[in-house]
């Protein structure tokens, strides 16, 4: 048994239980109270789809932490590793019948919860792992978000020449909303791609694109009859040194 909290602000707290581990190759932890919502590759910073991190952000809330409950089943061997994370949160709700859902925002009033449903499965072999979060939230007025991410990342592979120096990443992220009647169905999309240089192992150099479109009602990524100063990409060069 634990408990895990931010203590500075109690941005989130989660109490939990573990079963499994101590020399099985299976582990199940299950928890809640305001839990960091495991969606993406990983959920404390997941805030780089749209090519921007940290509270530069513009899709996803900077911190997805919200009051829920999770249970978190990983399974070893040897270099190979198999993860499951199902949850149910305090979810979203549209302020409007005809309001464009806010990611960051748009929230569940306390006195009217809408409960999120979501699940994120990963694979993981030596440097490589790849993740496929789901989640799917009742908006109301007949409305539905059904938000989808595929999330790659490749550690560096020290073992082989020249590529031992370099990492990768990569994702993609889908929000349809649905329901209402009649094309008033859009969706919100988001990616990155970043590359990291590592010359040593306490500095890298990393470049870092991404795509943010919204209220999307054609098209995989962007519907062009609908850009808007909202609809961009991004690109920026980070240099990070580590004591």
Same mark, same amino acid.
């Given at each position: 048994?634990?408990?895990?909290?931010?203590?500075?602000?109690?941005?989130? &707290?989660?109490?939990?239980?573990?079963?499994?581990?101590?020399?099985?190759?299976?582990?199940?932890?299950?928890?809640?109270?305001?839990?960091?919502?495991?969606?993406?590759?990983?959920?404390?910073?997941?805030?780089?789809?749209?090519?921007?991190?940290?509270?530069?952000?513009?899709?996803?809330?900077?911190?997805?932490?919200?009051?829920?409950?999770?249970?978190?089943?990983?399974?070893?061997?040897?270099?190979?590793?198999?993860?499951?994370?199902?949850?149910?949160?305090?979810?979203?709700?549209?302020?409007?019948?005809?309001?464009?859902?806010?990611?960051?925002?748009?929230?569940?009033?306390?006195?009217?919860?809408?409960?999120?449903?979501? @699940?994120?499965?990963?694979?993981?072999?030596?440097?490589?792992?790849? &993740?496929?979060?789901?989640?799917?939230?009742?908006?109301?007025?007949?409305?539905?978000?059904?938000?989808?991410?595929? @999330?790659?990342?490749?550690?560096?592979?020290?073992?082989?020449?020249?590529?031992?120096?370099?990492?990768?990443?990569?994702?993609?992220?889908?929000?349809?909303?649905?329901?209402?009647?009649?094309?008033?169905?859009?969706?919100?999309?988001?990616?990155?791609? &970043?590359?990291?240089?590592?010359?040593?192992? &306490?500095?890298?150099?990393?470049?870092?694109?991404?795509?943010?479109?919204?209220?999307?009602?054609?098209?995989?990524?962007?519907?062009?009859?609908?850009?808007?100063?909202?609809?961009?990409?991004?690109?920026?060069?980070?240099?990070?040194?580590?004591?």
């Amino acid at each position: 048994f634990g408990l895990s909290i931010e203590i500075l602000s109690l941005q989130f &707290w989660e109490a939990h239980a573990r079963l499994g581990g101590h020399g099985r190759p299976w582990r199940l932890i299950v928890g809640g109270g305001k839990i960091i919502v495991p969606f993406g590759a990983d959920p404390l910073v997941h805030q780089s789809y749209g090519g921007l991190a940290g509270f530069d952000q513009r899709i996803l809330p900077p911190i997805w932490a919200v009051e829920g409950v999770a249970a978190h089943f990983l399974f070893e061997r040897g270099r190979f590793a198999v993860t499951n994370d199902a949850y149910v949160v305090h979810g979203y709700a549209l302020p409007r019948a005809d309001a464009v859902l806010n990611l960051q925002a748009d929230f569940s009033s306390s006195d009217d919860v809408r409960l999120g449903y979501g @699940d994120r499965v990963g694979v993981a072999f030596l440097g490589a792992s790849a &993740w496929y979060s789901a989640y799917l939230n009742t908006l109301g007025f007949g409305r539905l978000l059904f938000m989808q991410a595929a @999330d790659l990342t490749i550690a560096r592979p020290r073992s082989v020449p020249v590529l031992g120096h370099f990492s990768l990443g990569a994702g993609l992220l889908r929000a349809d909303v649905s329901g209402g009647g009649p094309g008033l169905d859009y969706y919100q999309f988001g990616s990155y791609l &970043w590359l990291r240089y590592h010359p040593t192992d &306490w500095l890298f150099f990393q470049y870092r694109q991404g795509l943010r479109t919204y209220e999307n009602r054609r098209g995989l990524i962007l519907d062009e009859t609908r850009l808007s100063p909202e609809d961009m990409s991004t690109h920026n060069f980070e240099a990070v040194a580590r004591c």
